[in-house]
Structures are given as structure tokens and as C-alpha cells.
């Protein structure tokens, strides 16, 4: 198996480490965004304040919960796709990325509303299934690379995969399958594939009882499932997911 990993610039390490709020760029016409404009909530910026306290940063960046009710779910999208802190969040985690995900999720009010809107998983599997690879391996914005595997940290939570439809599931499994394959034949220094992995597994333990089974009786397995992570995983072992997932590393 070929190995893939996320290749972050050294400028992107400095940015990401200086915990700056609106140290990411949120312009218009980002890859995550809709061509119409939304109701999306604009972050405040604070430019020169590195020396402000995280907590306090974070507290300044929740959504004001009048916005938050009547924003359109569209628009809360790209309001969680745009939280300035997310790269921070998941790059500077002690335990591992999607741990640094998991504390974005409970910090940020508006992820944790997003995930009890009913319409959410349509936009966000709408906006995953057009995914172009090539261009976000070229800087389709700043933190593309990080930005969508917080976009697959945010699909692979249950709200969204149980909120989804049998067929609903499937079609997001083929463009994972098809996700990882491309990452690995052309990207494999730029991309990682475990953020993508990890969608279809826990799709699998949902709609295969024979690989639920079977993820429940692997201790390492279920370890990725649960926890989005695979630093004890043997080679053998992601090959064996993948197998499942009718996808091979060969290439």
C-alpha cells in the first residue's frame, strides 16, 4: 500500500498556529459556497489580537442565537464551513485530528446546530458529491486540504448518516469509494485518506450487519470507527476495509 499523507505548507503550519480568529481567508466564491449568496453569518475578524485568550476568541465567535433560528440551513453550511477556527481546531489537537474536530463540534454553536436541522445532510452531501480533487490540490482556497476533512469529519457524524436515506447512503459510499481511489492513484502526497475512510466504515457498520460484525469483534478496527483514527491499524487491515469497500491501493 502506498502511503498518503497531508502535506501542509509551512506558511499554512504558522498560520494555523497562531490561533489568530480570521486568520483563515473567507472571501467569496470558495468551493464549499453556493453561487447565489446566502444568509451565511459573518464571522467578525481581529486583526493584531494574537495576544486574546482562545476561550475568549471562541466566545466571540459564537453565532448570536437570534441569527442562528433564522438562518437558512444553506447559509449555516457555509457559516460552519467558514468558522475561522476549524483548521485550529483539527491541526493542533494533543490526540488527534478528529479529536481536535470533535472539541471544534462542542465549542462552535453552530455546528452543534447544524446537526439538528432536518435538511442538512442533503446540502452537505450535495456539496461533498462535487468535490473536484484536482482543484482543491491546487488551492482552491487557503486551507482547502484541512477544510474537506472537516467536511468529511461533519459527514461521518451519526445525525447526519442516520438522517440519510438506504439509497441515500449508498450514493455517498460510490463517491467515497471513487474519493479514495483518486486520492491514491494521483494525490497520495497531498491527500489523506482517513477522514474519507471513515465515512464509508461507519456507512458500512450501519447498512452491512456482516461487516458490523465484524468491525465490533476487531478491537483496532473498532477503534477507528469510533474514534475517527488509525495510527494502530495495520496495512493489512485498511486493505481489508477497503476490500469491502470494493477499492484497492494498488496503482
Same mark, same amino acid.
Given at each position: 500500500m502506498r502511503k498518503t499523507a497531508i502535506v501542509l505548507s509551512i506558511a499554512l503550519c504558522a498560520a494555523i498556529l497562531m490561533g489568530v480568529a480570521g486568520v483563515i481567508a473567507t472571501g467569496d466564491g470558495l468551493w464549499f459556497q453556493s453561487e447565489e449568496k446566502t444568509d451565511a453569518y459573518q464571522f467578525p475578524v481581529y486583526e493584531g489580537e494574537s495576544g486574546r485568550p482562545y476561550a475568549e476568541i471562541v466566545n466571540s465567535l459564537q453565532i448570536p442565537e437570534d441569527k442562528l433560528r433564522a438562518m437558512s440551513t444553506e447559509g449555516l453550511v457555509e457559516t460552519c464551513m467558514n468558522y475561522p477556527l476549524f483548521a485550529l481546531g483539527i491541526?493542533? @489537537?494533543? #490526540? @488527534? $485530528?478528529?479529536? =481536535?474536530? $470533535? +472539541?471544534?463540534? +462542542? #465549542?462552535?454553536? =453552530? &455546528?452543534?446546530?447544524?446537526?439538528?436541522? #432536518?435538511?442538512?445532510?442533503?446540502?452537505?452531501? =450535495? !456539496?461533498? &458529491? !462535487?468535490?473536484? &480533487? !484536482? #482543484? &482543491?490540490?491546487? =488551492?482552491?482556497?487557503d486551507f482547502s486540504i484541512l477544510r474537506l476533512r472537516y467536511l468529511e469529519y461533519i459527514l461521518a457524524q451519526d445525525e447526519i448518516l442516520k438522517s440519510l436515506t438506504p439509497e441515500e447512503r449508498q450514493i455517498l459510499t460510490d463517491t467515497c469509494q471513487k474519493m479514495i481511489a483518486e486520492k491514491v492513484e494521483k494525490y497520495k502526497d497531498v491527500f489523506s485518506i482517513d477522514s474519507t475512510l471513515l465515512i464509508a466504515a461507519r456507512i458500512q457498520v450501519l447498512d452491512n450487519p456482516e461487516f458490523a460484525e465484524y468491525a465490533q469483534s476487531n478491537k483496532k478496527i473498532k477503534y477507528f470507527i469510533e474514534r475517527g483514527v488509525q495510527p494502530y491499524l495495520e496495512v493489512e487491515e485498511v486493505e481489508e476495509i477497503l476490500q469491502i469497500l470494493n477499492i484497492s491501493l494498488e496503482g
Amino acid at each position: 500500500m502506498r502511503k498518503t499523507a497531508i502535506v501542509l505548507s509551512i506558511a499554512l503550519c504558522a498560520a494555523i498556529l497562531m490561533g489568530v480568529a480570521g486568520v483563515i481567508a473567507t472571501g467569496d466564491g470558495l468551493w464549499f459556497q453556493s453561487e447565489e449568496k446566502t444568509d451565511a453569518y459573518q464571522f467578525p475578524v481581529y486583526e493584531g489580537e494574537s495576544g486574546r485568550p482562545y476561550a475568549e476568541i471562541v466566545n466571540s465567535l459564537q453565532i448570536p442565537e437570534d441569527k442562528l433560528r433564522a438562518m437558512s440551513t444553506e447559509g449555516l453550511v457555509e457559516t460552519c464551513m467558514n468558522y475561522p477556527l476549524f483548521a485550529l481546531g483539527i491541526y493542533t @489537537s494533543n #490526540e @488527534s $485530528m478528529y479529536a =481536535g474536530f $470533535m +472539541k471544534t463540534r +462542542k #465549542e462552535f454553536n =453552530g &455546528l452543534e446546530a447544524l446537526f439538528k436541522r #432536518e435538511d442538512a445532510q442533503k446540502i452537505l452531501v =450535495g !456539496k461533498f &458529491l !462535487k468535490v473536484n &480533487l !484536482k #482543484e &482543491l490540490a491546487n =488551492g482552491a482556497d487557503d486551507f482547502s486540504i484541512l477544510r474537506l476533512r472537516y467536511l468529511e469529519y461533519i459527514l461521518a457524524q451519526d445525525e447526519i448518516l442516520k438522517s440519510l436515506t438506504p439509497e441515500e447512503r449508498q450514493i455517498l459510499t460510490d463517491t467515497c469509494q471513487k474519493m479514495i481511489a483518486e486520492k491514491v492513484e494521483k494525490y497520495k502526497d497531498v491527500f489523506s485518506i482517513d477522514s474519507t475512510l471513515l465515512i464509508a466504515a461507519r456507512i458500512q457498520v450501519l447498512d452491512n450487519p456482516e461487516f458490523a460484525e465484524y468491525a465490533q469483534s476487531n478491537k483496532k478496527i473498532k477503534y477507528f470507527i469510533e474514534r475517527g483514527v488509525q495510527p494502530y491499524l495495520e496495512v493489512e487491515e485498511v486493505e481489508e476495509i477497503l476490500q469491502i469497500l470494493n477499492i484497492s491501493l494498488e496503482g
